[in-house]
């Protein structure tokens, strides 16, 4: 699933366009109500910005390389595992020494070839929000084994700020990219990293690994095999905030395919800071809530196969859209959080549109621990089983587990539940009940589930298709094509021939 465009998101103009196409007429940041329902907890239209542009009503702080698709280095150097060069293309250096005198604004350009190695930058060695520093693959015949010493990363990044990294094959070590913050209070964060179009596998412990990281994209990776030594293919942690995860596949991780963890019981309590202390639960807007990730933007990712589903831990006003999520080997996803503190739990997220797989007994979502306040909507949930290479519903499967001693405010609607059943929660009487499943409701549902993300679009005989209201909150489908009213539940708005796209 990787995307080599550097911000395929939608404009205001392509917005506007797709209003008129679909008669919506709102204003970005109201609270538009749907039926009954408001639409979201966070109100507006989140996107990827561009450079300049607003991310979740915020000015935007990401890596230019990222943003402005015109940004072009101060200086490239170009690197070859033998080179001994000055640096052109010509004649290419060693990377070690390109990362000793690379600056603000420069790039450094693998050229093909196998690497064995690990590189850091540090504090010293920053970019800067009009200067980033790219390390950059010429091709994706760039391959590096990571190192067996030191942090045994590829790329380390201690404390550097607005540095991207892209088109990389990255191999073993204890992470493929570490990037980190010098301290758990807002000011002391890292910003501007950008991870993207790399493919990082057979690490020890996480592929894409962050702490104490603020607008920070993951963007077009496949993450895999993570080892025993911490298991997730991304794991971002530490209370980063503004974060744009997308386009990423990951499976075979041995935990959480993909983990928030705002790690309270760490980041607050190492500085002797209460979890009900504003500088633990505050928000990100005021320079607070160290305990806590905020405004993270999660969409049109596959993340599949591994152990354990993805966790969203003390994860708050974010935006959870377009995922194909499951099936798992012991349970699915789970908005949660690690202390008693209400305000800690995963609140006031917008979770829309996504499909979520369950193969067993356990959850496929749940939401516990005072993870409150959420909107969920117009999602798939499907619990199936196999046997003889024959897919069936699993009436067994737990869809939707909700503790509903703390947790009593969140919205369910428009979303479609096939096979399975449920724990603390009943469906809204308006949504969708399919207690049997054919997988020709699907392109092509896979039996092992590793099938290809188009594969679940969904087939012509969904008995789900063009059931549900459209959003304006997620008017485009995994793709990018905009969705037409009645929209199709689920991640894809169509099942197969491309109908319609969204230009610039």
Not at 199 to 224: E, H, L, R
Not at 289 to 294: A, D, L, M, N, T
Not at 302 to 312: L, Q, R, W
């Amino acid at each position: 699933m990787t995307n080599g465009n550097r911000n395929s998101g939608i404009s205001m103009m392509q917005l506007s366009e797709l209003n008129k196409r679909l008669g919506l007429v709102f204003t970005i940041g109201s609270l538009a109500m749907v039926g009954a329902t408001m639409a979201a907890p966070y109100a507006g239209l989140v996107k990827i910005p561009a450079r300049g542009e607003l991310f979740f009503e915020s000015p935007e702080r990401f890596n230019r390389y990222y943003t402005d698709r015109k940004y072009q280095p101060a200086r490239i150097l170009h690197v070859s595992p033998d080179g001994n060069g000055d640096g052109s293309a010509d004649s290419p250096m060693r990377p070690d020494q390109a990362f000793s005198q690379v600056k603000a604004g420069e790039e450094i350009r693998f050229l093909e070839g196998h690497y064995e190695g690990c590189w850091e930058l540090d504090r010293d060695s920053s970019g800067s929000y009009d200067q980033p520093i790219v390390i950059k693959a010429a091709s994706n015949g760039v391959s590096i084994d990571c190192c067996n010493s030191g942090r045994k990363t590829c790329f380390n990044l201690e404390g550097a700020d607005y540095v991207a990294i892209d088109g990389f094959t990255l191999n073993g070590g204890s992470y493929g990219v570490r990037a980190v913050g010098m301290e758990y209070a807002a000011p002391g964060h890292q910003k501007g990293i950008a991870i993207l179009n790399n493919k990082i596998g057979g690490q020890y412990k996480d592929p894409i690994f962050s702490g104490q990281s603020d607008w920070m994209v993951v963007d077009g990776n496949t993450a895999f095999d993570a080892g025993s030594g911490d298991g997730h293919g991304i794991y971002l942690s530490n209370g980063g905030d503004w974060l744009i995860v997308r386009h990423n596949e990951l499976y075979d991780n041995s935990s959480s395919d993909f983990q928030i963890n705002a790690d309270p019981e760490s980041t607050c309590a190492e500085d002797n800071i209460a979890n009900d202390d504003p500088r633990c639960d505050g928000s990100a807007l005021d320079g607070l809530g160290q305990g806590i990730s905020e405004f993270v933007l999660v969409e049109s990712n596959y993340f599949h196969n591994s152990d354990v589903g993805p966790n969203f831990t003390s994860v708050r006003n974010s935006v959870i859209r377009n995922n194909i999520i499951g099936p798992y080997i012991r349970h699915g996803t789970s908005f949660w959080q690690e202390t008693a503190n209400p305000r800690l739990g995963s609140s006031d997220n917008r979770i829309e549109h996504n499909l979520f797989i369950g193969s067993n007994r356990r959850h496929v979502l749940q939401s516990i621990n005072h993870s409150d306040r959420n909107h969920i909507r117009n999602n798939i949930f499907v619990g199936y089983s196999l046997s003889a290479n024959s897919v069936m519903a699993n009436p067994a499967s737990i869809l939707v587990e909700v503790d509903h001693d703390s947790v009593r405010q969140n919205v369910f609607s428009g979303n479609v539940y096939i096979g399975g059943t449920f724990s603390g929660f009943t469906p809204d009487k308006g949504e969708i009940r399919l207690r049997n499943f054919d997988p020709a409701w699907f392109t092509r549902f896979p039996t092992d589930g590793r099938g290809k993300a188009e594969e679940f679009r969904p087939g012509p005989g969904a008995p789900f298709a063009d059931k549900g209201k459209l959003l304006i909150t997620t008017p485009a489908d995994m793709e990018g094509r905009p969705r037409r009213n009645p929209v199709n539940p689920g991640p894809w708005e169509y099942s197969g021939k491309l109908q319609a796209t969204v230009r610039e």
